[in-house]
DNA sequence: GATGAATGAGAGTTCATTCAT
DNA sequence: GATGAATGAACTCTCATTCAT
């Protein structure tokens, strides 16, 4: 399970991804808990990686920084992770992991198109807010991921957005939707919104996830539905 | 030598130094700028290092790099500006005062509220798009201004949005667009749209600044016109 | 008879000399065998670190790349050998132990002085070309042997000398050989040219081991003999 | 002049090599001056790498040793060589610019060809006592260099047996060496023993260069030469 | 006005070795 | 007997910045 000194980076970002994914989807918005002694080593180390990468960017975060934060040393962390770029890649992966099982579910759900379009625009908005830091790294550290790992994470996220593309399509078809939309650029439009959520929202601000969700919501189906 | 920035921004690097003026007025000999050594030191630094971070990030771009590009020393360099963050932060103003301008002369057009927010929807699309590396680097970059410059960064920023916002507020009292719209989120709905234009949009694509423009402008309206 | 670990360095590199040595025998010119799970773990163990040593040196040759040529994990390395410096301590004592021996048959053997010279000179050749590998490591890798490890090896591989230079003594004194030779000389002199092998020669290459031996073996007999 | 950050290995060794190779003649046997502060910088720091090399091996060496033995920091050093790797190459260079350029001015002399052959063989011997420090790092630290600069030296090291070569097929052809000689074998011979004097060579040993280098060149001239 | 040598702190990474299991 | 997580020190190299010239 350990991922001692990888050189080749052929392999997937599978390697400790069960514990991963775990303990990325209790990491509340905003940060991570203090990183208590109770969960592995890993999960601390990506824990209090995410945190650190949102907050200081990735290049200005040093690997001391993070395993101080985590209670280890260096030996530690190239223990488990390959290098600071395979960090990152962990990161991405579970969040990416995340999205695209929750797109799926509401993709394939009930409801017309509207309803599922709003409901998985609304869901994208919470889901980004609940896990702000990595809405922060997301775009701001993809550059800084080594070529091969960018390629992957952009691959996946192409499947991602052309998972939601295909709703705007069906809705068009359909005629709920105008039928003079360019699909691509309404999903370029939408997501262009929800990540920027990671600089302007705030936990303590006056708006909730919800509300915020809602209303993005509200102004993906306006700007899209037959008038 | 790639220059994918509109030849018109005529304003030079005076922020740091007063002597800038006089070495950028140096259009001797007549001659065009071919190679770039025509133009002043100043403007080459400025525009390799805009180059040089959109492509690569700040962080990643060290200033060997900028001066080796531009075809200078580093003494130059920290002749002309006081330190690597303070390039950045010009680059930050020439872009914020560009932007502010072409709002303000729209915003105060003629035109209905429709038309005029339309309008300033579109240009801030098409300016981005043909100033796409200072797009790139807007959010990408801002955490790594030192503190009083990001202040005053933010603080610019917010003033341009408070102008955009205030096109939504007319609609909305004048009637023309729905009552339960939080204009600030339609301001940061919209606005991330635009800087994710960064992100996905090039040049050699299929797709011109123009035609962008118009959907974006096209969906916001949408978005916020009473049905 | 499992740990070996002594600093105190008595030389008692027996524990699992005796298997060694017979691994070390049948190793073909150039390199190791694929090394199947047959053999023993320690033998795998010095076999792969033989293979590395000559490939990349020692200091470039990491505890983990070994273990994972062999197939075993670090705590099974560390469990028969006391250290990184203890394997190549056991590769030394390996080779110069067969060249110990040989040498003494030979030169205790029939013929008269200039016969067994050359035929001394000649299997020294063959033997270092058939165990290129420890002829690479040999003087490229002595002082990175501990002090304690490399004086013992120096001692040993002085008697060795010793052994050799008293042949060149005897063919003086028989009349044999040139009265005005520096048997020390000529034997670095001769040396010199054997550990240079490991440089050189290619087991793909044009000359067989023993065309090699016979020219130097020649090359010898002419330098020394009364003209 | 300076080499700042060179990236490309293309690049010969020429950069300091002009204040290189003066430094390198006048280093007497067996190590540097005491650096005194009257050399320049990448002199001081050329003449204690290749003390240090010497002494303890290039993988042990580290960078901080030689800047602290030539009393700058680790950013002077970087700043005139792009690497360690490129310190090491340096020397290379500096010594194999020597020897190509005393053996061509001994070939190209009077004499016969036994005579120029003998005076290469001990000007060489001489030359690698007097850089002993050269000759000590010369086999053993070449597998060391990055593979481009391996093989550029290799190269170089080529040309020079090539030219030794020569004068043993001359010899050859003149009928002065006998006709059943292997050229080549008698070049890895021969050098074979030259390169070992870094091995067993002490400058405080009974032994000068020049008693050295007569008996050398003794035993090659006896061991080509027609009976 | 402009240079470029030199700094010094800190970056990411490697590694032989230990030890509780 | 054998494991592999974890250590901690050392490694090479980078970089924004300064300053004597």
Redesign the pocket.
Known sequence: ??R??T?GDGDDAAGTSGTTAAEGTTAAAGGSRTSGAAT???ERLLAEATRLFAERGY?R?????I?AAA??????????F?????LLHEIYGRVLRLQMERLDAIAAGPGDVSERLAEAAADVVVTSIENLDDTKIFFRSMHQLGPDKQKAVRAERRRYHERFRSLVEEGRRDGHFRADLNPDLVVDFFFGSVHHLGIWYRADGPLSAQQVAAEFSDLLLHSVRRP
Chains 1, 2, 3, 4 share one sequence.
């Open positions: 399970m350990a001692n000194r050189s592995g080593v890993p290049d975060t040093s690997v001391q920084e395993v209670g280890v040393t260096k030996g530690a962390l190239y223990h488990y390959g290098s600071k770029d395979d």
